[in-house]
């Protein structure tokens, strides 16, 4: 379970993209006191939107730049976060690593297998830690569930499973042509359901055996990538996790829900992002038990809050030079069951783990 720890005010911090996830990584720059001291992204307007937005437009010592190799070459950040498209984390991150600056890398880290062993080989050469930004692991809710398995609240696991069913319309897609594309993004189960996916494996205990997965595009043929997914994950520990993830309800976003079973223990994480305790039920039921029951973390967006907590997570890990919470690892791991998923798909057979290599552009043609 992780706790919260100290803001690091003298930790230079400069953001490479300033899209629609941006704020969110502004947020927590400000809230834990890091001294901002470059944004960059190659739509200026963008960056100027996103200070103006944080009421920052005006701070002077905060540089503008649409070449990120100058930028850090110019104002030398300790800690940098990538907020692009997707297609392009892992080479920036890749560029930021070997200038042997600490990076936090928005989800999804990569887009193959290939690029995510690059990331935490080169993380490990030049000496520096990387994050992947799965922020909903320090959701309230996710942490008391976390602190339940690692008491062995549960006992024998039984299965899992991860639900994220929203809505994502024409007008999401035409906002940010890159979307949808094989390339850059990935369908549903990439985008929107990633961290959903993250937080199974986590809780189910990371070691995965085999997936079987099927992914269709039924509502948004405009698209390249799928807009549903379905897959059945055998663990090695013997438990059986599924994963239900789209982006065709109607209409608007349902939920984002985590279930555990075990033997003594059943817990449902809901809400719009895995935010609230729907149901927490322990053979050894405590006091503390009655009030997680019904608990509910209010969030802004489906972003949740832990943006906040991951950033400092990660100041304090350089600070103290540990392994971040959720480091490069934690990334790959989510991303190699999306791309198992996807190859299960194009294979029509189970993928046995672990996955050699497999790229979200492999998938091109598939609908």
Avoid at 1 to 21: E, F, Q, S
Avoid at 102 to 118: G, L, R, T
Wanted: charged share 25%; net charge negative; with cysteine.
């Amino acid at each position: 379970m992780w706790t919260m720890k100290g803001c690091d005010v003298n930790m230079k911090y400069a953001l490479i993209g300033c899209g629609r996830i941006a704020t969110n990584h502004m947020t927590a720059a400000v809230n834990n006191k890091l001294r901002i001291v470059a944004v960059c992204d190659v739509m200026e307007k963008k960056t100027e939107d996103l200070l103006v937005k944080h009421e920052l437009s005006d701070n002077p010592d905060i540089k503008r730049y649409v070449d990120y190799k100058l930028m850090i070459e110019k104002e030398k950040p300790e800690l940098v976060s990538i907020a692009t498209e997707s297609g392009n984390h892992a080479a920036i991150a890749l560029d930021v690593i070997k200038m042997g600056i600490n990076v936090i890398i928005e989800k999804p880290m990569a887009m193959s297998i290939a690029d995510a062993d690059a990331i935490i080989d080169a993380a490990e050469k030049y000496g520096v830690k990387v994050s992947a930004c799965h922020q909903n692991r320090f959701n309230i809710a996710i942490q008391k569930l976390r602190k339940a398995l690692e008491d062995g609240r549960f006992g024998k696991l039984s299965h899992g499973s991860i639900h994220v069913r929203w809505n994502r319309n024409r007008g999401y897609y035409d906002q940010a042509p890159w979307r949808g594309t094989w390339k850059e993004d990935g369908g549903a189960l990439m985008n929107q359901c990633i961290h959903g996916i993250d937080l199974l494996r986590w809780m189910m205990g990371d070691e995965i055996e085999e997936i079987y997965g099927a992914t269709r595009q039924r509502f948004h043929g405009y698209l390249e990538a799928e807009d549903v997914g379905m897959a059945v994950i055998k663990f090695k520990n013997g438990a059986i996790g599924t994963i239900e993830g789209t982006t065709n309800v109607y209409p608007k976003n349902l939920e984002e829900t985590l279930y555990i079973f075990g033997e003594n223990g059943t817990v449902k994480i809901g809400g719009t992002s895995t935010n609230n305790i729907d149901v927490w039920d322990f053979a050894d039921e405590t006091a503390e038990d009655a009030e997680n029951k019904g608990l509910c973390e209010q969030t802004s967006n489906v972003y949740g809050n832990g943006h906040t907590s991951l950033f400092a997570d990660m100041t304090d890990a350089i600070k103290n030079d540990r392994k971040p919470y959720v480091d490069a690892v934690a990334g790959r791991n989510a991303l190699e069951a999306v791309l198992s998923i996807y190859k299960s798909q194009k294979t029509g057979k189970p993928v046995r783990y672990p996955l050699s290599d497999f790229a979200s552009i492999d998938m091109k043609g598939e609908f």
